[in-house]
Nanobody, 121 residues
Framework: QVQLVESGGGLVHEGESLRLSCEVSGTVRTVNDMAWYRQVPGRQRELVATITTADTVNYGRAVRNRFRISRDNARNAVFLESNDLQADDTGIYYC???????????????WGPGTAVTVSK
């Protein structure tokens, strides 16, 4: 079964750095757009960053100039980095990928299970 495997979450302090990783597990024909979202209890899931296969990136307003998204197409992986974490960056971070499965006839939108990030003051 194709799934997204996330890693790198944990407890950090404000001003510290974090690197999240997400890798497509399983065989797919093509990995298209990838992204990171985040969510805290009681709030709607929000976009953090997106990246295309051509490395075109877009960032959500809250993280612009503080976060960086990148990808490794050879590994079917996407990364999210920050060296200036703030307390309100706390949340569950979800990886997203648009995939063309081996047996598929169209793009499938796939979500990771989420990895928790807690930023303490």
């Amino acid at each position: 079964q194709v799934q997204l495997v996330e890693s790198g979450g944990g407890l950090v302090h404000e001003g510290e750095s974090l690197r999240l990783s997400c890798e497509v597990s399983g065989t797919v024909r093509t990995v298209n757009d990838m992204a990171w979202y985040r969510q805290v209890p009681g709030r709607q899931r929000e976009l953090v960053a997106t990246i295309t296969t051509a490395d075109t990136v877009n960032y959500g307003r809250a993280v612009r100039n503080r976060f960086r998204i990148s990808r490794d197409n050879a590994r079917n992986a996407v990364f999210l980095e920050s060296n200036d974490l703030q307390a309100d960056d706390t949340g569950i971070y979800y990886c997203f990928a648009e995939l063309w499965l081996m047996e598929g006839w169209n793009w499938e939108r796939v979500w990771g299970p989420g990895t928790a990030v807690t930023v303490s003051k």
